[in-house]
């Protein structure tokens, strides 16, 4: 396909505004295509490499704006091409509007109407740019480096804008500077790859998960269709996304699910391992490869695994005391090129390992989380066991609130919360991660009563009401009993009992003189308190023994925190 004939289809696109309209052009494209299916499948979303690979054309604007000068002529300079183009906002457009060297002679011929508007594209010339050729040249450019690396792409650039009709030389400098922005995204490829070759779009979606290569996958779907989609599987060293979180709080986790897998929220920065059973790869979270800053992981990883595997997740900064270091030190590590063991010496890192994607020949992306998990700590053995994250499946919001305080002890960020039931999906952020909210502003609030534990804890007071001061009294707003130590319950019960007013069985009715910080996920109407407010997961955070009961929350501030929700 030549250059020019993909540029009047990316403009043609660029005119569309539906989505459907957009798609059609897109299939219509790809079904033109050709032999350069899988660059044309990348470039109609301005991406010259699939996502997957990790290699960069490293071209800045400045670079950019030279070679743009230097093929519109000698009258040009870089300032001209900057100053334009800070003028109408937009590379292509300026880039599209100078004469460059090549096509001044051609148009003189009058060969420059072939773009179909008129605007002086090439015409099929011999000279005329195609697809494969750019593709090939910006691959060069791309593997240049070493000193003088910078002159040698602004020249092979130069000489590609030097070949360049208006609407090639817009794309061609948008696509270069990843500012292609013609409408297109992943989803408009996917869509027009399952139209285009007669494949299912929930199949494509799939292969793209697992490959990242709309190129690779659009040819799939065309040569072998169906069958050859779903042969598509994980390859080690080809990272795939990342699944992600969203925040979410314990209640939505308990009424989405029987029961949450419960994780600590390591503050570190995420890591994708491939180990092909000799050689490790690690890439972070965008998918650049990571493996040259992070030696003790590839060591580790090296030491545990004796089996091919893709492993997630995080790696955190630690304290010679083992204790985590601030996600910072992380990145400090990660930016790393040079003097890796210098940095290594002065800032260590750790891996902890949270999911298992695939393991010694089997894919497990569709295998619930909970089978993963097993997977994973099978994989690391004996040898990797500290690297594992404890997984607890719970549907006890005590229990929860336990492992919380202990991840938040050992100085973590709090916790994960996912289905134990979800399988892998890369990239996507769904509903089956959540990391738990912080909790909203506390509530200082007096405790008006009580109930005597069960058991062990028959002797202690167990669960507190908590109420907001009113005008003429104390509005119940719920029962804490989270969060508490066993400790901590002795000292309570100690300075609640001299406030007792009397007992019904378990239950404790007490002067209003202690006062609760009390932390809560959020504020809820309720119909069975009389206040009509109640809180989701009140915890205990402490005793205000520096504010007196008349200086408590009041109502009218619950009232105003409820609104802001
Ligand atoms: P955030 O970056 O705030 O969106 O939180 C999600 C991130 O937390 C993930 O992308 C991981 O990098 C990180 N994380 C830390 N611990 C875990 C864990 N146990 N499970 C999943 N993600 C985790």
């Known amino acids: 396909m030549e250059l020019a004939a993909f540029a009047e289809r990316a403009r043609a696109i660029e005119a569309e505004s539906a989505d459907t309209d957009i798609v059609e052009r897109v299939t219509d494209l790809l079904e033109t295509a050709g032999a350069d299916l899988p660059v044309v499948a990348r470039y109609v ?32 300079t870089v300032d001209d091409v900057e100053e334009r183009v800070a003028d109408v906002g937009d590379v292509g457009e300026v880039a599209a509007r100078y004469d460059f060297g090549g096509q001044q002679g051609l148009a003189a011929f009058g060969a420059g109407a072939g773009a179909g508007d008129g605007d002086g594209n090439g015409a099929g010339g011999a000279d005329d740019l195609t697809v494969a050729e750019v593709d090939a040249q910006l691959r060069d450019l791309a593997a240049t480096e070493g000193s003088g690396s910078r002159d040698t792409k602004r020249d092979i650039l130069f000489g590609l804008f030097n070949r360049a009709g208006d609407d090639e030389a817009r794309y061609l400098a948008r696509l270069v500077l ?63 996304g990342a699944m992600l979180a969203q925040a979410g709080t314990v209640t939505e986790a308990l009424d989405d699910w029987e029961a949450a897998a419960v994780e600590w929220k390591f503050d570190g ?10 050689e490790t790869a690690l890439f972070s979270r965008n998918m650049e490869a990571v493996t040259d800053p992070l030696p003790e992981v590839v060591e580790f990883v090296e030491d545990a695994l004796d089996a091919p595997a893709i492993l997630d997740g995080e790696v955190v900064a630690v304290a010679d005391d083992g204790s985590p270091l601030p996600f910072q030190e992380v990145l400090r590590r990660f930016r790393r090129k040079h003097d890796v063991a210098k940095a290594r010496e002065d800032v260590l890192v750790e891996f902890r390992a949270f999911d298992c994607l695939h393991a010694d020949g089997d894919d497990l992306l569709d295998r619930p989380l909970v089978e993963r998990h097993n997977r994973l700590e099978a994989a690391l053995g004996d040898a990797g066991a500290e690297a594992l994250s404890a997984l607890t499946v719970s549907d006890d919001p005590d229990g929860i609130a336990d492992i919380e305080a202990e991840a938040l002890e050992a100085g973590h960020e709090g916790i994960m919360l996912k289905n134990p039931e979800s399988a892998y999906t890369p990239g996507r952020r769904g509903k089956q991660w959540l990391k738990r909210k912080p909790d909203v502003e ?25 109420s907001a001061r009113t005008d003429d009294g104390f509005a119940p707003l719920g029962k804490v009993a989270t969060g508490i130590t066993d ?9 609640l009992e001299p406030h007792v007013l009397g007992e019904d069985g378990a239950d404790v009715d007490l002067d209003p003189a202690v006062v609760f910080e009390v932390g809560y996920e959020e504020i809820q109407t309720s119909p069975t308190y009389a206040a009509g407010y109640a809180l989701r997961f009140p915890r205990f955070l402490g005793v205000r023994d520096d504010i007196d009961p008349a200086d408590a ?13």
């Open 442 to 466: 506390t509530l200082d609030l007096v405790v008006t009563g009580a109930e005597w534990g069960e058991g062990r804890r028959a002797e202690l007071l167990g669960t507190f009401e908590v």
């Open 487 to 495: 400790e901590e319950l002795e000292a309570l019960t100690e300075l």
């Open 45 to 76: 979303q301005g991406r010259v490499f699939p996502a997957h690979d990790s290699t960069k054309l490293d071209i800045g604007p400045a670079l950019c704006y030279e070679a743009i000068a230097k093929a519109a002529g000698r009258n040009v």
């Open 178 to 240: 990843s500012e292609m922005r013609i409408g297109v995204g992943d989803g408009a490829v996917r869509d027009a790859t399952a139209d285009a070759f007669d494949v299912p779009v929930g199949e494509v979606e799939r292969a793209l998960q697992v490959t990242n290569d709309h190129g690779e996958v659009a040819v799939v779907a065309r040569e072998e269709g169906l069958d050859g989609l779903e042969s598509l599987g994980l390859e080690v060293g080809r990272p795939v």
């Open 553 to 565: 929350d009041s109502l009218e501030r619950v009232e105003r925190l409820a609104e802001r929700q």
């Open 269 to 278: 920065a995420r890591v994708q391992v491939h180990y092909d059973g000799e």
